[in-house]
């Protein structure tokens, strides 16, 4: 079986466990109890190099760090097999196996994780037959006790409170290679008691019960001397198996030759709750193997069982067997949706669907306090455009002709199901603000006997929860309807564009791809007209007029007083100059084939598309193909700043930040004119991602990077970008407005878009792929009677030149109780809110900062349900929400992310574009952006349609005999094992060996067996389901691409410094019970 060799959890005492609320703590957060050494440990073993300093060699030992923040990270790490285990001790007691360089077999499933409240007393003899022989007195047991800080009812007192989550001192010399001794626990010492574990395993019918270890010690009455085993008075309980509200915590059994609990030990505080009944079992919980099973220097080894913990996996197949079958009814209030991993379709009957609007809760506090003490953010991700499968209707398009949609006479929100008729349907009284409004004449319709108009089914706007208004002319700049908008193609035609034949390419491609332009439903050709230019230190103008034999150029080499010399013939119908277009697109490789000209403008194109939309009095979209950092003389000149140096510094901001705020001033203007921005970007080197992005972030358009462009390996996935981008739907000249009841109120937003006031989103364009992120706070109480109400109005201009308002409506519960809010939170949508939080944070702070306020508020949010909402149970014990159970294994991804915590070859240019890329992903895409989905290729059914079911993302899952395929929306790999069958290889490659299988494959070949043609539909099936076509990278076991591979098995160490997801857990588990203490 495959190993990971750096897995390194936490040893048996590895959870400190302190006391219920109520119990006076001799001994917690660092004051140690007399006559007790003070043990110097983390939480658990191994450094954790995403919370610490930087190791110091071998030898040298470093001072803790002062306060219990998490210092920063660092990029030293041990090498895998050799982790330095010395450094986190138990005084005289040791747990771990040496630190050899030979990889850890990870046992099939480690010592349990089992969760469980307080434990009960029972009593019961474990078979202690796997054990060595127990040393031969009470005096030794006591010896071996001495050394670990108790604190009331902790088995290891967390650490004092300079140890942060990392490396602290050592008193061990480093072992290498000689085995420690096996960690026996101890004797209750005086005033604890000892649970034992459960004897029967209801969940368990084929294994053995898990071997035991020290029970979680809780307080027993003051005694002196040790007290021999108790009469057996407790009948057996249940396992403790994992809750449903996924708790789960470490049980941990009597030493040998002690029996169970003392039974008549008094609780101080409240007493410890019930074992949990039976039916809360968990599949999830999977037992430990024996000990004798393990090799023999690793007995003493305690893990937690990586399959004990949520898995992401099991709740995303589960929810897809729960909802996946029936379809998603909107018109209940406060619904919470099936996952986006699922496929379901969707019914609109009053509120908008899950395409168009997801929440973090659907249950929302009724008081800012309450919201304030849980902690969870209030938002919504918007993607007002989204494209809906094919089986589902787009809104439907409603038309009151002159006089408009109808509207609420104060807070101007527009007609929707939830406004209230009166007086006989003469008036209507608004949901948002309550104001009472006259119905117009034309619009007026008789009730039935329950209060709703008769025509209620015949109008959408009364009936759906998304629709759209053809708007008036009030609605259009400068009250006059706009024209169709316009396309302009602007091809970098330097040195590096020609060399690569990148612009041959673009050229190519454009001939076929403009019969493809967006066009309204059943309209015979776009009204879309196209323009061309050409530039690298000049700009090139053509004609292209219908009239004209031959297409003219005109130069502009004025870069700073930017002008378009012509207005006729520049913006052209594609039909009508089909032959001047092809004629200009054979021609421009030829002109520029013998360039030597290296530099290029910038900012000068963007601002000559912009004078040629304002000429044209149209909004548009500019596609600009560019390769390189803008250093020729002319306005938004830049110069290359980057310097590695600055990460873990104080002025890393600065690398996120523009390098002048010309472009902010170059954005602003464009989003008045309507003109949207798609950057191609095409770097060998640095070329300034950060302040490139800003017109195409604050126009609301898009960035594509191809980092050294080659023709045979990215031409595939260049154009399958282009195409999409080209043909998508798209609106122009958008205003975004968020309205809600009284009680709420938009307070942020987060996105590619430009604000010039506070509530009002503008995009240049908006595609169907963007998202707008909204937070609310609130203004007032709510009511739990009439719940809370959002309405998302979107007024742009379709892509044949018709002004509409699109319309997306919701209704969410308020709740007084916090269970109610955690019930009903989503946390797909809550690590998308939390991931753009978090990358718009480092634009102004210290990335450090910015990752422990993530933990902290993480923490927080858990804490609080543990308080207030969870039965009362061992403090040992992780207790998470149901629905958010996977919020700390998805929290570290965030945090182990690029832009928060990047390797070594992670550059600068790569931060910035992701750090944009994500703050405009809509939730299914953060979802597989942060924690990739992982398919074993091997395991197939060539048979059938469907895909093999996915792995987690770790590198123990994987096997030297399988071929996996891993994707998160950018990039697809295809993992091949060193042992994978030939016959495999031979059918997915076309080679017959390992060795003979290529790195530089950009797509699967062809071949005509059913493996192969299985595994090109899942890739394409993939490929279809992502917005940008994700680049294919195969990678061979052993190989050096491997490392890039590891990168996205987020569930292990990351060689940045990024915790493993069990080590974050215990990490999480640490800060919880800071918080509660």
């Not at 990168?1047 to 019970?1073: N, P, T």
Request: net charge neutral; aromatic share 8%; glycine share 8%.
């Amino acid at each position: 079986m495959s190993v990971n060799q750096q897995a390194h959890t936490g040893p048996p005492y590895g959870q400190p466990q302190p006391g219920y609320q109520g119990y006076q703590q001799p001994a917690y957060g660092g004051q140690s109890l007399p006559g007790v050494p003070q043990a110097q440990y983390g939480a658990y073993n191994g450094p954790v190099p995403g919370y610490q300093q930087p190791v110091p060699p071998q030898g040298s030992l470093r001072a803790p760090p002062t306060s219990g923040a998490p210092p920063p990270a660092s990029g030293a790490s041990h090498p895998s097999g050799h982790l330095a285990y010395s450094q986190f001790e138990h005084g005289d007691v040791q747990n771990g196996i040496p630190a050899s360089a030979a990889p850890m077999q990870r046992p099939p499933a480690s010592q349990p994780f089992l969760p469980g409240s307080a434990p009960t007393p029972v009593s019961q003899i474990p078979t202690f037959q796997q054990y060595g022989a127990p040393p031969a007195s009470v005096q030794q047991l006591r010896n071996h006790m001495a050394g670990m800080t108790i604190g009331g009812t902790a088995a290891s007192a967390p650490p004092p409170a300079g140890l942060g989550y990392g490396v602290g001192p050592s008193s061990y010399p480093p072992t290498t290679g000689a085995p420690r001794p096996p960690a026996m626990p101890g004797p209750p010492l005086p005033g604890q008691t000892v649970a034992g574990p459960p004897s029967s395993q209801p969940n368990h019918v084929s294994s053995p019960p898990p071997p035991s270890t020290m029970a979680g010690l809780h307080p027993g009455p003051p005694m002196s001397g040790l007290h021999g085993p108790p009469p057996p008075t407790h009948p057996p309980q249940p396992g403790y198996q994992m809750q449903q509200n996924g708790s789960f915590g470490q049980m941990r059994g009597p030493p040998p030759n002690y029996g169970g609990a003392y039974p008549g030990a008094p609780n101080y505080g409240s007493p410890p709750g019930p074992p949990p009944p039976p039916k809360r079992l968990d599949p999830d919980s999977i037992p430990s193997p024996q000990l004798n099973e393990l090799p023999p220097q690793q007995k003493p080894r305690h893990r937690i069982d990586p399959d004990a913990i949520p898995s992401p996996i099991q709740v995303i197949e589960d929810d897809r067997n729960n909802r996946g079958s029936e379809p998603f009814v909107t018109g209940v209030r406060g619904q919470v949706p099936p996952l986006v991993t699922t496929n379901f379709l969707v019914k609109d009957q009053g509120n908008a669907s899950p395409r168009y609007i997801r929440c973090t809760s659907y249950n929302i506090p009724c008081t800012s306090d309450m919201a304030k003490q849980s902690q969870v953010p209030l938002a919504a991700v918007i993607k007002p455009l989204a494209a809906l499968p094919p089986e589902e209707t787009v809104p439907y398009l409603v038309d009151h002709g002159e006089s408009g949609p109808v509207r609420c006479n104060r807070c101007k929100a527009y007609m929707c199901p939830f406004m209230q008729f009166i007086e006989g349907g003469r008036r209507f009284q608004c949901c948002f603000c309550s104001c009472v409004t006259e119905v117009p004449p034309h619009y007026f319709q008789h009730l039935d006997h329950t209060g709703k108009r008769v025509d209620f089914y015949d109008r959408p706007e009364l009936s759906l929860g998304s629709y759209e208004f053809l708007a008036t002319v009030d609605y259009c700049k400068n009250n006059k309807f706009p024209s169709p908008p316009a396309f302009i193609f602007m091809i970098d035609v330097s040195y590096n564009a020609v060399k690569s034949g990148l612009v041959r390419l673009i050229c190519e491609e454009l001939k076929s791809l403009l019969d493809y332009l967006p066009r309204e439903g059943n309209m015979e050709e776009s009204a879309i007209r196209v323009g061309f230019v050409t530039y690298n230190k000049v700009l090139h103008f053509y004609n292209v007029k219908s009239s004209l034999a031959q297409p003219q150029m005109m130069v502009v080499s004025d870069v700073a007083d930017m002008f378009v010399p012509l207005l006729d013939g520049f913006l052209v119908n594609v039909n009508e100059s089909r032959t001047v277009i092809a004629s200009l697109l054979d021609q421009i490789p030829e002109m520029f084939a013998d360039t030597r000209e290296t530099e290029t403008v910038f900012a000068p194109v963007i601002q000559a598309g912009l004078e040629a939309l304002k000429a044209a009095e149209c909004a548009g979209k500019l596609f600009i193909f560019h390769t390189s950092l803008p250093i020729a003389e002319a306005p938004g000149k830049l110069k290359n700043r980057d310097d590695r140096k600055l990460i873990n510094t104080d002025k890393e901001k600065t690398l996120f930040q523009p390098q002048t705020s010309f472009y902010n001033n170059l954005a602003k203007d464009c989003v008045a004119q309507g003109c949207c921005v798609d950057l191609f970007l095409f770097p060998n080197q640095y070329l300034d991602v950060a302040t490139l992005g800003v017109v195409p972030y604050q126009t609301g358009g898009s960035i594509f990077k191809y980092a050294y462009f080659q023709l045979e390996t990215d031409q595939y996935r260049f154009l399958n970008d282009l195409r999409r981008d080209v043909q998508k739907e798209v609106g122009f000249d958008a205003v975004m407005r968020v309205r809600t009841s009284t009680g709420i109120r938009a307070t942020d937003f987060f996105g590619a878009f430009y604000m010039s006031n506070t509530t009002d989103v503008e995009m240049a364009g908006l595609d169907c792929d963007k998202t707008i992120t909204v937070e609310f706070k609130h203004d007032d109480k709510l009511s739990e009677d009439s719940g809370a109400l959002l309405q998302c109005a979107l007024l742009y201009t379709s892509c044949a030149g018709q002004r509409r308002l699109r319309i997306h409506n919701l209704s969410l519960n308020c709740c007084t109780q916090l269970a109610d809010l955690y019930r009903n939170c989503e946390t797909d949508t809550l690590i998308n809110y939390l991931a753009k939080y978090a990358y718009r944070g480092v634009l102004s702070s210290p990335v450090k900062t910015v990752r422990d306020a993530l933990i902290n508020q993480c923490a927080q949010i858990l804490a609080c349900y543990r308080k207030n909402c969870a039965s009362p149970s061992s403090a040992g014990q992780l207790i998470l929400p149901e629905c958010m159970k996977l919020l700390p294994v998805y929290l570290n991804c965030v945090l182990k992310s690029d832009v928060l915590q990047p390797g070594p070859e992670v550059t600068t240019d790569d931060r910035a574009y992701v750090r944009q890329l994500v703050t405009s992903m809509d939730v299914a895409e953060t979802n597989v952006f942060f924690y990739p989905r992982l398919l074993p290729l091997t395991k197939a059914d060539v048979d059938s349609d469907s895909l093999p079911a996915a792995i987690r993302n770790s590198e123990e899952r994987l096997s030297k005999g399988d071929i996996y395929l891993l994707e998160n929306g950018l990039n697809i790999f295809v993992w091949v094992g060193v042992n994978v069958q030939q016959g495999l290889i031979q059918n997915l490659f076309g080679v017959s060996s390992f060795s003979q299988i290529s790195n530089a494959l950009s797509t699967l070949p062809v071949l005509e067996n059913p493996f192969s043609k299985k595994v090109r539909s899942i890739v394409d099936m993939l490929q279809g389901q992502r917005s940008r076509y994700m680049k294919l990278i195969i990678v061979k076991q052993e190989d050096k691409l491997e490392m890039l591979f590891k990168h996205f098995l987020v569930e292990d160490k990351s060689l940045s410094g990024g915790a493993s997801y069990v080590d974050f857990l215990c990490h999480m588990h640490k800060e919880i019970r800071q918080l509660l203490s």
